[in-house]
DNA sequence: ATGGCATGACAATCATGA
């Protein structure tokens, strides 16, 4: 059996769960990362989700940001070492939650969103950014299959923005955030959406205002990167715009990798 | 130039998102 990974922005967890339940019932990914929960670990939907199939593991507070992975019970057994925030960065907001399972290391992020370039916002952003950075470059020296997954609130091309002119030096897409973002490939990672061929205009996020869906107008921001190993056993990488055309949706659509079989065995033995 | 829509906290607007 293949292993697949998802992740997804879904504004709320509370009004989503309907959404995640229905999608998960037809498509049953095995390990899922959420962003922007929005509540408190005490109100987590931990019984739903279980009766769904799937233990889950969160990082969450009151109001905004918050983030969960959910693993799969009938394919996956329990996490190992789970953490639930940066070390060694100071932060008051639950962006980040990784754990350990079947042989992998699990990341979900939920990057700043920077607000506006030069604002305070902005300069939390990319120092958020160079601290999971820093995080990253030991985590993949001891974790040889490492997955990174959430909303990166960067796009990092013009192909990955329905008007790159418009958004040119704008928020999500301004030169610092996409040096940021090409620092986490530099550190070994493979953005799994590009290993293959895809449509054009492929976008994760559109704004809930302006008919932006229906006219295509947005950006890819949510992504996946796999370190070398995993990136070898990716077999497919697409964006479940399905959820987006529900009733009371997410601005965000998920995003999904298969990694081959392979994958799941354990380590190969050192030479 | 601004708000447009959605969510949550809270009780009429406001902070935040991207």
């Known amino acids: 059996m293949a292993l697949t990974l998802a992740t997804w922005n879904v504004n709320s967890l509370k009004v989503r769960l309907p959404h995640l339940s229905t999608w998960l019932a037809t498509r049953p990914v095995d390990v899922v990362c959420l962003q922007e929960t929005k509540m408190s670990d005490d109100s987590f ?6 009766d769904l199939g799937y233990r889950s593991y969160f990082a969450g507070q009151k109001t905004y940001n ?13 996490a190992g070492s789970v953490l639930r925030a940066l070390p060694e960065f100071e932060d008051a907001q639950k962006r980040l939650i990784a754990l350990d399972v079947a042989g992998l290391r699990v990341v979900c992020a939920y990057f700043p969103n920077g607000q506006a370039v030069g604002s305070e ?9 160079a601290a999971l950075a820093a995080w990253l470059r030991g ?19 013009a192909r990955d923005v329905h008007d790159p002119a418009l958004w040119e030096g704008q928020i999500l897409c301004s030169d610092a955030e996409r040096e940021a973002f090409r620092g986490l490939l530099a550190l070994g990672l493979h953005d799994a959406f590009r290993l293959f061929e895809q449509p054009e205009r492929s976008f994760t996020w559109w704004d809930y205002r302006d008919l932006a869906f229906r006219r295509k107008m947005g950006l890819r921001i949510d992504h996946i990167l796999l370190s070398a190993a995993l990136a070898q056993a990716c077999e497919r ?4 715009v399905e959820l987006r055309r529900l009733e009371r949706p997410s601005d965000h ?9 392979g994958v799941l065995r354990a380590p190969a033995e050192a030479p």
Request: hydrophobic share 45%; with cysteine.
């Open 253 to 261: 659509a998920p995003v999904v990798a298969t990694l081959a079989e």
């Open 139 to 157: 985590e993949i020296r001891g974790h040889e299959r490492l997955a990174l997954l959430g909303d990166f609130n960067v796009a990092p091309e």
């Open 45 to 50: 939907p931990q019984q739903e989700l279980a």
């Open 237 to 240: 990488c697409e964006i479940d």
């Open 121 to 129: 916002k902005y300069g939390y952003k990319l120092q958020w950014i």
């Open 66 to 78: 918050g983030v969960a992975i959910l693993l799969r019970a009938a394919t996956l057994g329990e």
